[in-house]
């Protein structure tokens, strides 16, 4: 049985950082075949697609939504099947739910396309 959980979230001023980390368990060998990407939903907002990264011709690609570029870092370690998200210079507007999610094949940003998710950590930047 597939799982992911989160951790590392917390209260941080604006400016500050944050390193969030997700451990996948009941993928077997297959973990590096996942497509894991990050998802937040604020307060009222639907939840969006962060970042993520999927296997490639070259090795794992990574893509960013464009209001974390230079900002966050995903990494992923396949041997530990974990994800981190490394954010840096948070801003009030990155205070959300933070969710792990993977699904077989591509990063897609769609929520719908994802069949497994986390329970999220929560993301509170103050300014």
């Known amino acids: 049985q597939v799982q992911l959980v989160e951790s590392g979230g917390g209260l941080v001023q604006a400016g500050g950082s944050l390193r969030l980390a997700c451990a996948g368990s009941g993928f077997g060998r297959t973990f590096s075949s996942y497509a894991i990407s990050w998802f937040r939903q604020a307060p009222g907002k639907e939840r969006e697609f962060v970042a993520g990264?999927?296997?490639?011709?070259?090795?794992?690609?990574?893509h960013y939504t464009d209001s974390v570029k230079g900002r966050f870092t995903f990494s992923r370690d396949n041997a530990e099947n974990t994800v981190l998200l490394q954010m840096n210079s948070l801003k009030p507007e990155d205070t959300a739910l933070y969710y792990c999610?993977?699904?077989?094949?591509?990063?897609?940003?769609?929520?719908?396309?994802?069949?497994?998710w986390g329970q999220g950590t929560q993301v509170t930047v103050s300014s």
């Open positions: 990264s999927s296997i490639g011709w070259s090795g794992h690609i990574i």
């Open positions: 999610a993977a699904r077989k094949g591509d990063v897609e940003r769609g929520v719908t396309l994802y069949d497994y």
